[in-house]
């Protein structure tokens, strides 16, 4: 019984259930006409800090979703490292939030869909720390749709 | 005499001028008690933003001094593209800020002193925007004297 609720524990705080916290993440942005990333920082399975690009509504290239979990995360442990951590987000992030991340050193990273333009992975370099495991892949289908749908809206309104 | 006002005002507005006004800057970060980097970014000759590093203040890793003036100079512009300023910065950018003027593309980059451990330009690939030109070592000596001074008071403080 103890086993069985305990499985079912270990399902419910799975990468793929935090990564769907951050695409609900993402679809705030793209309800506000922002590009949708979302991202969530996790600490000891509970969400401790959420956020989404707002680069148009801010007016302001550094505010991707992964500056503001990382900011925010940093708010609620009063500390600026972020080693017992995870966070999420929805896209793979670009060489500005992998530098955040260098800097913020979550113990571990989980990205949805790759991104072929931008994504760090594209630089030839270890841009992250090297404490940080990095899992991608996870909810990138759902990911991809929603990119998708964003820019060919975008495209339809041009 | 106006030939020599003008050759007066070219000199006023150099590169190492608004370079000593980053170093303002820093030294208001080294006297909070942070790692001494300021930047000012300028457009038509007139600064219209300021920043110094504020990490240890804002218990933020992404509060370095070009995140504080890009943010700002945004803020002023009431636009989120730079390329018609150029940023001062008294230290080499680290791969985040790096990342960051990729996206603010200013027309040009001006840094002081080269940052051997983090600098953008111990990476492999071009991290800045193709457009943005750049030009470093204005008023190295006095920003690495600062840095020195700041580390060295750090460590007899151990």
């Not at 103890?2 to 609900?24: G, H, N, V």
């Not at 966070?87 to 113990?107: F, H, I, Q």
Request: net charge neutral; glycine share 6%; with cysteine.
């Amino acid at each position: 019984m103890i086993q069985d609720r305990m499985m079912e524990m270990t399902e419910l705080f799975s990468d793929a259930y935090f990564m769907r916290e951050a695409l609900k993440e993402a679809l705030r942005a793209y309800d506000a006409g922002e590009v949708p990333v979302g991202a969530v920082v996790v600490c000891e399975q509970r969400i401790i800090a959420r956020g989404h690009n707002l680069t148009e509504c801010l007016n302001d290239v550094t505010a991707h979703a992964e500056m503001q979990a990382i900011t925010a995360a940093a708010n609620h442990l009063g500390g600026k490292y972020l080693n017992q951590c995870t966070l999420y987000v929805t896209l793979e992030p670009c060489t500005m939030c992998a530098g955040a991340l260098y800097w913020a050193r979550p113990g571990k990273l989980v990205y949805g869909a790759a991104d072929d333009k931008r994504g760090f992975t594209l630089v030839p370099a270890p841009l992250l720390h090297p404490k940080t495991i990095v899992t991608k892949g996870v909810e990138a289908q759902a990911v991809t749709q929603m990119m998708q749908s964003f820019f060919s809206a975008k495209r339809r309104h041009l």
